[in-house]
C-alpha cells in the first residue's frame, strides 16, 4: 500500500499499521513522519523501540529478525526500526527483510518502521521492496522543489502563527526566503523556526512578517546541485542559474562536473535535434536519447525554437570550455573557469528562451553572465 505524506493524520485516525516503509531524499520530511508514527504508536502502548542501523556488507541481520520476536518483560508492543542508509540491504537483507515483511501481517504487538534514501527504479523492483510494499506501508518522499517552495514556507509559517504581507509585497518575499534556503530543507526549517523566536505571536493574533525583518532574519544557506542547475539553464531561468553557479563555486563544487552537466545537455539537443530531422516524432526521439521527466518538458519547449547554427555554436563554446576548465587559454574567453561557465550557462539559457528568428542569426546570444 503506497501513502502520500500528506495524508498520514488522516491514516492515523484508522489506526496504525504494523509495517512502514519510509524512503526519501529530504530528512526532514521523513524524520517529521517518523515521529508522528512514534508519537502515535507510544499513546497506543508501543513503549518499547530498538533501532538497528545496517551498515557494511556483512551486517549481523540475525540480531534485526529476533528483535522482532521477542518483548522484554515491562513491555507489551515494540517498535522495531531498521535504518538502511545506502539503500542497498544485500543478499541476506533481502532475504531478512522479506521474512520481516511476511511476519509483520496481523503482528499487532510489533511496530516495524523501515527507513531508506531515495531509491532508483530499479532498487524499488527488488524482490525485498516488493516485499515491504506488499505487506505494509510505503510512503514515498519527493523534494520540495523550486517552484513549491514559497508555498511550502508560507504553510510553515502560518503553522506557528506567523504570515507575510499580503499581494506583491508578501510574494516578494517568499520569493526572497525561498532563495536564500532553496535544495536544504532541514535548514529551511531552522530558519523559519528562527523567526518564530525572533517575532514571536502575541495575543493569539496571527504575525505578519515584513520583508525586511525576514532580509535580517533569514541566513543564505541554500545548496544546490549540478541536475537542478540543468534544470534551471534548460527552463532559461537565468537569474537563478547565476546565483546557482555562484553557490555552487562557493561549496567548492567542480568546475569539471558542471561543464559535464552543461556539455551532456547541449550534446542531448543536438541528438534529439537530428533524430527530429530524420523524421522521428519528438517523444521518440526524447526516448531514444534518455531523456525523461522534467527534461523532457523542457526539451520539448525549447528545441523547436533552436536552429541548427544555434547547436553547432554551443557546441563549439562548450568545447572551449572544456579546455578552460582543464586550465587551457581560449581566445575572447574568460581564463577564469567559473567565468566561462557563466557564459556558456548564459549562451544555454538565451537559446533555450530565444523565438525562432532569433534562433537563425550566426550566433547564439551570451545574455548577462560574465565577460
Known sequence: ??????????????????????????????????DALRAAAREQGYTE???????????????????????????????????IPSGKPGKDGSVALQQIAERAQGDDSTLTLVLLPRLD?????GAWFGALESFGTTVKFDPIDRRNLPQWIAQRLHQQGQRVAAG?????????????????????HQEIQKLGLLYPVSGGASAELSFDQVENAVLNVA??????????????????????????????????????????????????KDALGAGRPMPMALRENRVWGVKEKLFERALPHIGETTLANLLHAAHKVDGIVKGLKQPDWPTDGWQALQRLAGMVCSACTAPLASSRTSRAPAGNFGP
Open 1 to 34: 500500500m503506497n501513502l502520500a505524506p500528506a495524508q498520514l493524520q488522516e491514516h492515523l485516525k484508522r489506526g496504525i499499521k504494523s509495517l512502514y516503509t519510509l524512503h526519501g531524499d529530504e530528512p526532514l520530511l521523513v524524520q517529521e513522519f517518523a
Open 49 to 83: 523501540r530498538t533501532v538497528h542501523t545496517v551498515a557494511g556488507a556483512h551486517f549481523d541481520w540475525s540480531e534485526v529478525l529476533a528483535s522482532g520476536g521477542s518483548l522484554s518483560l515491562f513491555a507489551d508492543k515494540q517498535i522495531v526500526e531498521i535504518r
Open 121 to 125: 527504479s530499479m532498487t524499488t523492483k
Open 168 to 188: 506583491e509585497e508578501g510574494q516578494r518575499t517568499l520569493q526572497f526566503f525561498a532563495d536564500r534556503v532553496e535544495g536544504n530543507l532541514l535548514a529551511a
Open 223 to 272: 545548496r544546490y546541485d549540478v541536475f537542478k542547475l540543468s534544470e534551471a539553464v534548460l527552463g532559461g531561468q537565468a537569474l537563478r542559474v547565476q546565483r546557482m553557479l555562484d553557490g555552487l563555486q562557493s561549496e567548492g563544487e567542480s568546475e569539471v562536473l558542471v561543464h559535464w552537466a552543461l556539455s551532456e545537455d547541449i550534446r542531448s539537443m543536438k541528438r534529439v
